[in-house]
Nanobody, 112 residues
Framework: QVQLVESGGGLVQAGGSLRLSCAASGSRFFNTMGWYRQAPGKQREYVATITSGGSTKYADSVLGRFTISRDKTTVYLQMNSLKPEDTSVYFC?????????WGQGIQVTVSS
């Protein structure tokens, strides 16, 4: 059974940094892994993805501030220059054999 477990969230002041981790289990291989976020009252939105070959994509809103990286089964999100509008629940995502797997989500709060 595939499970994704996020860690590393918390409260930080604007301009600060946080690093999120997502450990995946239940499979030896994950192709694309990524991060999404959802603020209160808003739809879940795309943040960044990385393939098994290391190709990355970012939402325009985080480009230049966030960096996604990974090893075989863990994906990371280094978040720098955080803004209050980055406040959200962040979710790890890993599609596998046509099914989307999600973590439970982790809160990131950026105070102004």
């Amino acid at each position: 059974q595939v499970q994704l477990v996020e860690s590393g969230g918390g409260l930080v002041q604007a301009g600060g940094s946080l690093r999120l981790s997502c450990a995946a289990s239940g499979s030896r291989f994950f192709n694309t892994m990524g991060w999404y976020r959802q603020a209160p009252g808003k739809q879940r939105e795309y943040v960044a993805t990385i393939t098994s070959g290391g190709s990355t994509k970012y939402a325009d809103s985080v480009l230049g501030r966030f960096t996604i990286s990974r090893d075989k089964t863990t994906v990371y999100l280094q978040m720098n220059s955080l803004k209050p509008e980055d406040t959200s629940v962040y979710f790890c995502n890993a599609p596998l054999f046509g099914h989307d797997y999600w973590g439970q989500g982790i809160q990131v709060t950026v105070s102004s």
